[in-house]
């Protein structure tokens, strides 16, 4: 099980090289070596997150019951969406990968109201559901 960002980037390549039929050509560290970038022989990219938990308190923070949610800072998800990322890939503490493409993402967060300020105003966050994420063995 990975502890931390580096100990999932052997997940990640065998992830996308299993479900995708392709190979990763680069990795890239990004957000200080917190995030990274992950090209496939098919110029599909995927911006990779190590999390510990799920966002539980999604459903109660917007008004949707006992829904659990993902959620991440706004600023990285304006870069996926600049630089064209293809999915995000969140890999958790007890080795589950899930994806969910960036503009999926964004789209929910947008029309749903799901984005808000946080720690006294200066930090964004978007969130969505987990049912929007799709789990990759």
């Known amino acids: ?8 980037i052997p997940i990640a390549i065998e ?14 560290a990004i957000n200080s070596g917190r995030h990274y ?4 022989d098919k110029n599909l990219n995927y911006y ?26 706004l600023e990285y998800l304006d ?10 890939l969140f890999i958790y503490e007890k080795g589950h990968v899930y ?3 960036v503009q999926e993402f964004y789209d929910f967060a947008n029309n749903h109201n799901t984005i808000r300020k946080q ?5 964004k966050t978007a969130s969505i559901p987990i049912r929007l994420l799709r789990r990759w063995k």
């Open 1 to 8: 099980m990975p502890k931390n960002i580096r100990e999932c």
């Open 119 to 123: 720690h006294n105003n200066i930090e």
């Open 99 to 101: 994806t969910v493409p």
């Open 48 to 73: 990779m997150m190590f999390k510990r938990a799920f966002f539980n308190s999604f459903g109660k923070i917007f008004g949707r019951g006992n829904e659990v949610g993902e959620s991440i800072n």
């Open 79 to 88: 870069y996926a969406l600049r630089w064209k990322i293809d999915a995000f």
């Open 15 to 28: 992830v996308i090289e299993k479900n995708l039929k392709t190979r990763v050509k680069d990795i890239k």
């Open 37 to 40: 970038i992950l090209t496939t």
